[in-house]
């Protein structure tokens, strides 16, 4: 019962005990209430201030150049090439090259043939309309679609079967007129087997039209085919026996001659021919008996330089120049055609042959572009093609780029994008480069900022003054100069309050007093705050006392708030007391 009660008693002087010390801790005695409240003070003075935003991001090249392979994208260019081939890679990731330095070898294997062939095309387009123009290939671009067709002889001789009249349509195809050169015929001599083995390549031939002159002309022989043809004897003529009244057939040989028209010979004309060795075709003056005569006699096939003229268009003559049997020059005018079908077949020769030239050139200029080259001078990113690789034309193969000029691509929040503006001069720091500060302007600031994980942040690009030693990707620390100043009146930004919406402060007078005073304020950072009006030089401005603290707390020492080195301005004050 004893023990129990010496603990309720003890218990008791506890509470007791520390409800005192709680109420003497709490309520500041007579003396205490008494004493005016200590001050911390800092004392206004010049100084320089800086106002600016970090930020951090990799570096991208501002600037760069594609190492492609030549032509349009795709499975071939407008020439017609489907690949080519890596012959040979001249650099490295790593290396730097000068504009217009070669890269990368390249082979075209079907170029030669892709050349030959738009070579031909065009050859063959332009013959075709200086043909259907009458004109030389060197005239045609002065063709004139709406003057129609002026149809010209194509080699000189004589026309005949002249078909066309003015104002009569023509078909396309459709014969016109023929011109012949009648200086020079043809006859095919048809032998039996017998005088085939006695006729050598370089005899003589002799053709006697003894119905029409009595003169024998001599015939070169040009052909001699070596197989017999089977011939009806209804279809062969003799003059040594005559024919008989029953068919039969025989082989024959054919042998082609030519002579020079002495002016009579004309087609049709029938003729015998003979052979002499070319020994005896020389002899003078020539003994008939020694020629020998071919069984068959045959008669002029045609002339031996003959051409048709035909309508090169379905279109209307619209004058004739020349008459039958005239005799004309080469490339003189024979007749004119116009029409509608005319102007619009010489505009399509003319645009297929435009765009023929333009595509053979094209291929031309391949020739020229079998070596890639750097577009710029900078540093070779990557190259992603080995000697033997097949590429596509306007395949992308790697880049350039230059380390001269660099961005950096930043995010910076909400709160500090005020102090970020278009063309601000920054300080770029990169880890990899120690002790080097590289230049840089802000080239663009976003108009509107993205939500990161509740956070409204901007876009910022910076581009920074490289050199050889920045890569793409080095991860890089802006400063974002904001503004500074320099000898400018500075406070701490502990010391600034506002109230009514002004910034203001409180003074320390030398009485001791405190008083309230508002201030303009220009740059801040996150330490000091620049004052251009409402204090001077050497006043003391309040940071802090001991009225803002609980009246249980006590200043343990002398300074409500600990120096920094180097910060002379800070002191503590008293109300009445000397300091």
């Known amino acids: 019962m004893r023990a129990r009660v010496l603990t309720v008693v003890l218990i008791i002087l506890v509470v007791i005990g520390g409800g005192y010390y709680a109420f003497r801790q709490l309520i500041p005695s007579p003396d205490e209430k008494a004493d005016a409240p200590v001050y911390s003070t800092y004392t206004v003075k010049r100084g320089d201030i800086a106002v600016g935003v970090d930020v951090s991001g990799p570096l991208n090249p501002s600037y760069g150049g594609s190492i492609q392979v030549p032509g349009g994208y795709g499975s071939m260019d407008s020439t017609g090439i489907t690949s080519y081939l890596v012959d040979e890679v001249l650099v490295k990731p790593g290396d730097f090259v000068k504009q217009g330095q070669t890269l990368v070898r390249l082979d075209a294997p079907n170029l030669s043939v892709l050349i030959d062939n738009a070579r031909e095309q065009l050859e063959m387009e332009e013959k075709s309309l200086a043909s259907l123009m009458g004109v030389p290939i060197e005239q045609i671009g002065q063709v004139n679609p709406d003057q129609g067709i002026i149809v010209k002889a194509p080699i000189a001789g004589r026309v005949t079967d002249l078909q066309a009249k003015e104002g009569v349509e023509v078909k396309q195809g459709e014969i016109i007129a023929r011109i012949v050169n009648d200086s020079r015929f043809q006859v095919i001599a048809k032998l039996s087997p017998g005088e085939y083995q006695q006729l050598a390549e370089d005899d003589v031939g002799f053709l006697n039209f003894s119905n029409y002159f009595s003169d024998f002309i001599q015939a070169e022989i040009v052909d001699i085919n070596p197989n017999p043809v089977p011939e009806s004897s209804f ?278 007093i405190a008083k309230v005073v508002t201030v303009e304020l220009g740059l801040m950072n996150d330490r000091m705050a620049e004052v251009k009006s409402g204090l001077t030089e050497g006043q003391e401005v309040i940071t802090g006392s001991t009225a803002d603290l609980l009246p249980s707390q006590k200043i343990q020492t002398d300074k409500l708030i600990p120096d920094s080195q180097g910060n002379e301005g800070e002191n503590e004050a008293g109300g009445a007391s000397e300091q």
């Open 235 to 512: 279809d062969l003529n003799s003059d040594q026996a005559p024919n008989s009244q029953k068919e039969s057939y025989e082989f024959v040989y054919w042998v082609t001659l030519e002579g020079e028209n002495p002016g009579l010979v004309r087609p049709g004309m029938p003729v015998s021919i003979g052979f002499l060795s070319k020994e005896l075709a020389k002899e003078k003056p020539l003994e008939p008996t020694k020629i020998r005569w071919a069984r068959y006699t045959s008669q002029v096939d045609k002339y031996v330089n003959e051409e048709r003229v035909l309508s090169q268009a379905e279109s209307v003559v619209t004058e004739v120049f020349v008459h039958k049997m005239e005799a004309v020059k080469e490339g003189q005018p024979l007749l004119s055609m116009a029409g509608q079908d005319v102007q619009e077949i010489i505009r399509e020769k003319l645009e297929n042959i435009r765009t023929q030239r333009v595509e053979l050139q094209q291929l031309y200029s391949k020739e020229g572009l079998m070596e890639i080259k750097a577009p710029i001078d900078g540093i070779v990113a990557d190259l992603n093609r080995q000697q033997g690789a097949t590429v596509q034309p306007g395949e992308w193969l790697g880049s350039i780029y230059q380390a001269s000029d660099m961005l950096m691509w930043v995010q910076v929040d909400d709160i500090d994008i005020l102090q970020v503006k278009q063309g601000a001069l920054v300080e770029v720091t990169v880890d990899a480069v120690p002790g080097k500060v590289f230049e840089g302007t802000v080239e663009q600031v976003a108009t509107m900022g993205k939500d990161h994980n509740g956070i409204s942040r901007f876009e910022v690009m910076i581009k920074v003054v490289g050199g050889p030693e920045l890569k793409p990707g080095m991860q890089a620390k802006a400063y974002v100069k904001a503004g500074d100043a320099q000898n400018v009146i500075l406070i701490p930004l502990e010391a600034v309050f506002q109230e009514d919406g002004q910034n203001k402060v409180e003074i320390l007078q030398p009485d001791g």
